[in-house]
Nanobody, 124 residues
Framework: QVQLVESGGGLVQAGWSLRLSCAASGRIFNIESMGWHRQAPGKQRELVATITSGGSTNYADSVKGRFTISRDNAKNTVYLQMNSLKPEDTAVYYC??????????????????WGQGTQVTVSS
């Protein structure tokens, strides 16, 4: 199964920036959608942002205008630039990728792979 490895989390002050990276490796034919989700203590995991292989993006209302998602298709890597961070952005951030290991015509089906998570802590 395809593995996702995240990096870039840490502890910052409110108003600062962080950039998360997530690289996919393994048997990859295509990754149509890549994205970031987050889970704060005591809360459900929520979508932060997604990006398709064609570059279409989608953001949660809470991060619009502050976060930017991008990807390098050649490297199977997705990034999340987080600016103007707020204490409420504190969470474990998970990378997700919808992976196809071979052509659909050969019977392959898309599945979602998750990273292990990286902690982002924003102090006030």
């Amino acid at each position: 199964q395809v593995q996702l490895v995240e990096s870039g989390g840490g502890l910052v002050q409110a108003g600062w920036s962080l950039r998360l990276s997530c690289a996919a490796s393994g048997r990859i034919f295509n990754i149509e959608s890549m994205g970031w989700h987050r889970q704060a203590p005591g809360k459900q995991r929520e979508l932060v942002a997604t990006i398709t292989s064609g570059g279409s993006t989608n953001y949660a209302d809470s991060v619009k205008g502050r976060f930017t998602i991008s990807r390098d298709n050649a490297k199977n890597t997705v990034y999340l630039q987080m600016n103007s961070l707020k204490p409420e952005d504190t969470a474990v951030y998970y990378c997700a990728a919808d992976v196809l290991e071979g052509p659909r015509t050969y019977g392959y089906r898309e599945y979602r792979s998750w990273g292990q998570g990286t902690q982002v802590t924003v102090s006030s």
